[in-house]
T-cell receptor, first 115, second 112 residues
Framework: DVKVTQSSRYLVKRTGEKVFLECVQD?????MFWYRQDPGLGLRLIYF???????EKGDIPEGYSVSREKKERFSLILESASTNQTSMYLC??????????????FGDGTRLSIL | LAKTTQPISMDSYEGQEVNITCSHN???????ITWYQQFPSQGPRFIIQ???TKVTNEVASLFIPADRKSSTLSLPRVSLSDTAVYYC?????????????FGTGTRLKVLA
C-alpha cells in the first residue's frame, strides 16, 4: 500500500519565519504535488514535480518554493510566512511518467498556523 | 482551463442511494474523471475513475454521458460512515503541462 508521509500534523510558526514542510513517499513515484486546502475553496495546487530537481508552478505558487533533491522527498518552503498562509497543506504522489490519469495518493495533511 | 462544479452539500438517509453530479464543461479529449473521498483530518482517498459510459467498483459507480461534460458518482445504500466530502477531479493540459483541477467538493451528510 502506498504511503505518503507528511512530517508534521500540526505546526505553529510566526510571521516572517522561513517554514519547511516535508513530504516523503515510499513507492518510488515520479510525480509529487503540494496543495493547500481552505474552507469553501477546495484543494488548490501550489507546485508539482514530475522528476527529481524538476518543478512546475501550480495555480497559487506565490510566496512558496519547492525542493526535490531525492525522488522520494518533496519539500514545500514558505520563504517568509504570512498569516494568509495559514491553511491545511496536503502532499500527494502518483507513479508513471506520462501517465497523468493515475490516481493520486495523499498524505494526511499538515495544519499550519501562522501567528 | 477545465473547471469542475459540484453541489456544496447533500443530505441523505442510511440505506439510500446517493448521486453526486459534477459539471466539467471544458474537459479535454484525453482527460479522465476521478472522484475522491475525504474524511476530517485526513487526505483525500481515491474512490473511482472513468473516461466514458459507466464504471463500477466495490464501493461506487461512475456514470459519464457521451458528451463527457458531466459525471455522476453513485453511492449505493449509504451508511453513516459515508459522511464525508467528495471531490471530482479532471486533468487539464491546456497550459502544456498536466495539472489537476479539484472542485470545491460536496459535503455529504448521512443521517440515521
Amino acid at each position: 500500500d502506498v504511503k505518503v508521509t507528511q512530517s508534521s500534523r500540526y505546526l505553529v510558526k510566526r510571521t516572517g519565519e522561513k517554514v519547511f514542510l516535508e513530504c516523503v513517499q515510499d513507492m518510488d513515484h515520479e510525480n509529487m504535488f503540494w496543495y493547500r486546502q481552505d474552507p469553501g475553496l477546495g484543494l488548490r495546487l501550489i507546485y508539482f514535480s514530475y522528476d527529481v530537481k524538476m518543478k512546475e508552478k501550480g495555480d497559487i505558487p506565490e510566496g512558496y518554493s519547492v525542493s526535490r533533491e531525492k525522488k522520494e522527498r518533496f519539500s514545500l518552503i514558505l520563504e517568509s510566512a504570512s498569516t494568509n498562509q495559514t491553511s491545511m497543506y496536503l502532499c500527494a504522489s502518483y507513479g508513471g511518467q506520462g501517465a497523468p490519469n493515475q490516481p493520486q495518493h495523499f498524505g494526511d495533511g499538515t495544519r499550519l498556523s501562522i501567528l | 482551463l477545465a473547471k469542475t462544479t459540484q453541489p456544496i452539500s447533500m443530505d441523505s438517509y442510511e440505506g439510500q442511494e446517493v448521486n453526486i453530479t459534477c459539471s466539467h464543461n471544458n474537459i479535454a479529449t484525453n482527460d479522465y474523471i476521478t472522484w475522491y473521498q475525504q474524511f476530517p483530518s485526513q487526505g483525500p482517498r481515491f474512490i473511482i475513475q472513468g473516461y466514458k459510459t459507466k464504471v463500477t467498483n466495490e464501493v461506487a459507480s461512475l456514470f459519464i454521458p457521451a458528451d463527457r461534460k458531466s459525471s455522476t458518482l453513485s453511492l449505493p445504500r449509504v451508511s453513516l460512515s459515508d459522511t464525508a466530502v467528495y471531490y471530482c477531479l479532471v486533468g487539464d493540459i491546456t497550459s502544456g503541462t498536466y495539472k489537476y483541477i479539484f472542485g470545491t467538493g460536496t459535503r455529504l451528510k448521512v443521517l440515521a
